[in-house]
């Protein structure tokens, strides 16, 4: 605990405030300050601040004093004659003050008031005289200015710049055309020290002093330790046991086992595993020679354990929060993942390689971390600050907003709603890293070999993605490699399945031996000399794979991937160069291989259906290099628990000559032009309200978009992508399809096969009810009932009548989410909407004007916030053998927890308030939802559980019905 007055110390040298939540009026003043200093401006804010504080009453001289002049200067900003007038007189009228103060307040009125006339026959003042005057005062102001600009480069040469800061811009108030000033200024803005770079002197002082405790700690632990085997072999029992408990207390009472990762806690926690079983064995043998010991000590409770750095980063939080409102705070997200118990310490790797390339691993370099601080960079927030860039010009005047990390921690500052999708980034990862399974399938390409496979696999870039690093969402790895197959100058050089349990990150290796390289089989003397690290050359794949079973947006599962890929090979236009041997006295020679390196990476957030692709890097090997020169490498991520997708598309064979395709229009009838789906849109509830509805637009784009994915599914057509390279759009009620001759005729059947449904209406029930999880628990165990891996149960017969009895028991009970919907009518392939929401009133935005006064004030514009449940059920058409329909559930549900009333920033009065909702937060940000896909008849219930927000030991569950009409 030394640490934190001389954290203290620190901060306040750097001239930070902390902020407090009940501000003082000296505290208040401070904040003015700020806002007339710290760009952008604010001097309407600082006005107000200033005049309140004056009016208070009961405030000691220096207060007072400090809000009179500060009004009196914001009015003299705004030329506000008669209003700063009003101030200066009362600050030389009140004796309390001051004496600088009083001055500088009659010579400020004596500028703006006109020089008396004397009385009676004295001299009159002539224009000339009142130009002297004026020249005498504004030589004054020059003579201030500039002593004001020699103290002030007095404590900027001495790093103080915060003083020398207020100094300068005083003097430029001043004189307000003074080039020096104006320089100083640069110059400060220049050096002063980036909050940024400020926080990671800090937290770098907290790391150092951290690792000199912890390893003094663990000496200390590792000697208890040695002196208790001792004592154990020879016999001296209560010796052992004593200083093994103190080696354990030291363990269990120190800050490490809740360090977040920034220290190598896992050896710690090993060392406390070993030293209890030695504790185990001096019991046992202590026992057999009558002696009697207290019980082994209990590991401690570390989830609501403080310690040093929940402390720090506690106070550097509050240090680092804007004082304005916080509207921007400082908040710290820790990325470590725990290792899994009796997981192995490296992959397995089977790989399949070409003959010649040899495949290895190592570990990696890649973390968790890391993928999440380039995915929040890249993903979150409209900018992050430059942490590298020079604070000039421009620069230095844009808002900062950090964004760094120090190992698995992330630091970030930014608005709530940014700081709400960092946290749901966060909460999308298990705490322990599951099982995982990744596919590398890696081929050469020739001359128009990356277009076919680009084409084959109809992937495109999508916003934000880069040319070369595609993330193809149409195909599993293997389907994706099926379609590659046979492609015209594209050669397939194996691939390799690499099962990751208990690591996250690897660098499989794919080399060969430089010396064994073409271009080094005959070389002039002097030989050819390869030293160590250049003496293979290939492809190396940096990995990061981990399994995220929450996902960041609507799939229910997906992968965090780090890619990145370094191809090293001789150089083409110079494979050698000579230079002298080292350490040696003769005028010896070698020969080095002279390499190249071609770097790429990527981050993408990878659908467990779908492919990452890699373009452009260069073909290393010399077997395939001459005809093949470019490498195309596929990547798939799955955890080990998902060997196959449930439903992957097959693909179609690839379209290498497009001008074969012939295109065709397709009516599709009632289904496409009576049918309207019912949605909600995203993101419910935090921008809008059920009750808002939905565009009739939105709601024709959410039929045709099924629609066009529907048609490519029953033709056995991949229709994947984004609108401007899929095959098949549907639009208005017409179906534009560029196919070639053959896939027409499948697309002509899954058209026929739609008509024949126009006519089928269908009756959905829907029920929900909040239940204790551990009776759901019961019900998955229930004979006859059926479990899919999203959790959802399918139930008939029995176990369908005693479930759906039950609910409707507990749905008596007067709770948010237990209700029975009245049965909805729903066309087929129409998605309809069964809601229930209550909403309360809030105030979510404010209107600013200025009053007559030169006062600011506010206006309130009202809102709703909502809570309640949501469902959405698209019974699709009927199966050709059977009456059964696939049926695609979705179900959201929010609870509100408060709605927090907040000050305007800058704002001092009681009326400028505004209303903020704050809902139960969940595994998915605000709101718990859960979707599923199942095949139903008319006599099976599916029951979907769902997150209660803010009830972990409770779920809510909702029961689904789809009946056709005959």
Known sequence: MRLMPVLAVAILACGIPAAAENETPRERLFRAERLVETPPKDYEAALTIYAAVADLPDQPPDVRADALVGAAKMHLHFDRTAQARKYLKRITADEALRQEARDWARSELARLEPAPVPAGNGPVATPADLEELLAREQAKRREEARDLLRRARIAFNARNYKAARNMALEALSKDFDNPDAKRLLDEIESNRPESGDLLQRLIHFLQTA???????????????????????????????????????????????????????????????????????????????????????????????????????????????????????????????????????????????FAPGLQASLATGSLTRAGWAERWIRSNIGARWSDPAAMRTGAAARQRARILTRFGNLICAQHREIEHARIRKLQESFARQSPPLTIKVHLYAAGPGGAVRAAEALRIVSAP??????????????????????????????????????????????????TAEHPYFETTPAPAITIPDDLARYGLWLDLFGEDMPQGTGRRA?????????????????????????????????????????QPREADVELPHFGTFAMFGLANPFPDTRAEHGELVVLIGLRPSDRPTPEAPRTPTSPRIVPAADKVREYALGPLATEVEDLVVGDPWPELHTVAEGVSAGARRRARDEHLSWLLGRMANIDNAGSAAVRPILVHDGVATANLAPEEHVQLQRAVMRLNNCKTHHYVVNVES????????????????????????????????????????????????????????????????????????????????????????????????????????????????????????????????????????????????????????ETTTGSFAEVSDVEILDDRTTVFLPLELPGKPDELIVVSVTVRRVQ
């Open 210 to 352: 951290q690792l000199e405790e912890y390893q003094h700690l663990k000496s200390r632990v590792e000697e208890l330790r040695g002196r208790g085997k001792r004592a154990s072999d020879k016999q001296e029992y209560a010796e052992a046991d004593r200083l093994f408990r103190e080696a354990i207390r030291m363990i269990d009472g120190s800050d490490f086992l809740t360090a977040g990762g920034a220290l190598d806690i896992e050896s710690l926690a090993t060392v406390r595993t070993e030293i209890m079983a030695h504790l185990a064995v001096v019991h046992t043998q202590g026992r057999a020679k009558g002696l009697e010991f207290d019980p082994e000590p209990p590991l401690p409770d570390v989830r609501h354990a403080g310690g040093l750095q929940r402390e720090f980063y506690g106070l550097l939080a509050r240090t680092f929060t804007p004082r304005e409102g916080g509207e921007e705070p400082l908040r710290f997200y820790d990325f470590a993942p725990r290792r899994r118990q009796g997981a192995v310490a490296k992959p397995l790797l089977n790989p399949s």
């Open 557 to 597: 599962r997906s992968g965090a991937l780090s890619v990145r890929a370094r191809v090293i090979q001789p150089s083409d236009t110079q494979h050698s160069h000579v230079v002298p041997r080292r350490g040696r006295s003769d005028p010896s020679w070698t020969r080095l291989p002279l390499m190249t390196e």
């Open 769 to 920: 009810a909040v239940m204790p999880r551990a009776r759901w628990s019961e019900w998955r165990r229930l004979e006859g009932v059926r479990t899919n891996d999203r959790g959802s149960l399918r139930a008939t017969g029995a176990p369908r009548e005693m479930m759906a009895s039950e609910l409707t028991t507990l749905r008596e009970t007067e709770h948010l989410f237990n209700m029975a919907f009245s049965p909805k009518l729903a066309r087929s392939t129409q998605k309809v909407l069964r809601q229930s929401t209550r909403s309360r009133d809030i105030t979510k935005d404010l209107r600013m004007r200025i009053t007559d006064h030169g006062r600011q004030a506010y206006t309130a514009i009202a809102g709703k916030a909502e809570e309640g449940l949501v469902v959405e059920v698209r019974p699709s058409i009927e199966q050709v053998d059977a009456a059964m329909r696939d049926v695609s559930i979705r179900v959201r549900a929010a609870r509100l927890r408060t709605i927090e009333s907040r000050a305007y920033p800058g704002a001092n009065q009681p009326a400028a308030r505004y209303d903020v909702p704050l809902w139960h």
């Open 464 to 513: 934000g993605e880069v040319g070369t690093s595609v993330v193809d969402r149409a195909h599993v790895i293997e389907n994706a490699v099926r379609a590659l197959d046979g492609l015209t100058n594209l050669k397939d050089l194996g691939g390799a399945t690499l099962e990751m349990d208990g690591e996250s990150a690897v660098t499989l290796a794919l080399t060969r031996l």
